[in-house]
Structures are given as C-alpha cells and as structure tokens.
C-alpha cells in the first residue's frame, strides 16, 4: 500500500555533500514522520534523523548533528536529507521509513529512532564517502 522510493545516493569525496530524497506514494508525507536510518557494510542498522509528521519537531543521532539536515515538502510528498561535511565513516545503504506512531521527534528524543516505530520502508540507496 505505501511506498517509499530514495534517491540521490552516490560517490562523494570526504567533506563534500549529497541530498538524498524520499518520495512517497500511497499516502500523504503529512500524515506520517519520516526517519532516516543507515546500515553500513558489518554493522546494525541504526537511526540518524527523524521529522514528525505533527509538530515538525526533528532530532539528530549525535554522529551527524550539526553536518545533516531533515526536511519535509509536503506538496511534493518528499523528505529529505542534506548531508554535509560526509566522512567516510558515513559510507552505508541509507533508508527512509514511515511512521504513525512517531508524533513529536523533540519529545520523544532518541526513542523517535528505534526501527521498532516504523512501519513502511524504503528500499536503500548507497552512499559512498571515498577519496
């Protein structure tokens, strides 16, 4: 029923940046939070961002607070990711996921990125971070 598509993976150098997207189908971006999580070559998937779908409210996992940004279009049904000043260490699949539950990422701070709370998922786009 819902789906979710992510682009704008790629090659970057170290210290550079990429905006990847989510696009939405089956559902309004609006009535959901979008997470974005990442699983490198070896390790679990972990969460890194989130935006809720009533507040706006957005949080960070520390590795990346400070280099990314989350953002939402709703009249494009789109959420992405800005990432900058990318280090090797953030080479992995990057996924997006959706969430009824997730409704306040400020108050519900690092719980917004536990996997458990999300529903749909998309299917992956790698990133490389390599000189």
């Known amino acids: 029923q819902v789906q979710l598509v992510e682009s704008g993976g790629g090659l970057v150098q170290p210290g550079g940046s990429l905006r990847l997207s989510c696009a939405a189908s089956?559902?309004?971006?609006?009535?959901?939070?979008i997470g974005w999580f990442r699983q490198a070559p070896g390790k679990e998937r972990e969460g890194i961002s989130c935006?809720?779908?009533?507040?706006?409210?957005?949080y960070f996992e520390a590795s990346v607070q400070g280099r990314f940004t989350i953002s939402r279009d709703n009249a494009k049904n789109t959420v992405y990711l800005q990432m900058n000043s990318l280090k090797p260490e953030d080479t992995a699949v990057y996924y997006c996921?959706?969430?009824?539950?997730?409704?306040?990422?400020?108050?519900?701070?690092?719980?917004?990125?536990?996997?458990?709370?999300?529903?749909?998922w998309g299917q992956g786009t790698q990133v490389t971070v390599s000189s």
């Open positions: 996921a959706a969430s009824r539950r997730v409704t306040s990422a400020q108050a519900m701070g690092i719980i917004a990125l536990l996997p458990a709370w999300y529903d749909s």
């Open positions: 089956g559902f309004a971006s609006d009535d959901y939070s």
């Open positions: 935006i809720s779908n009533s507040d706006g409210s957005t």
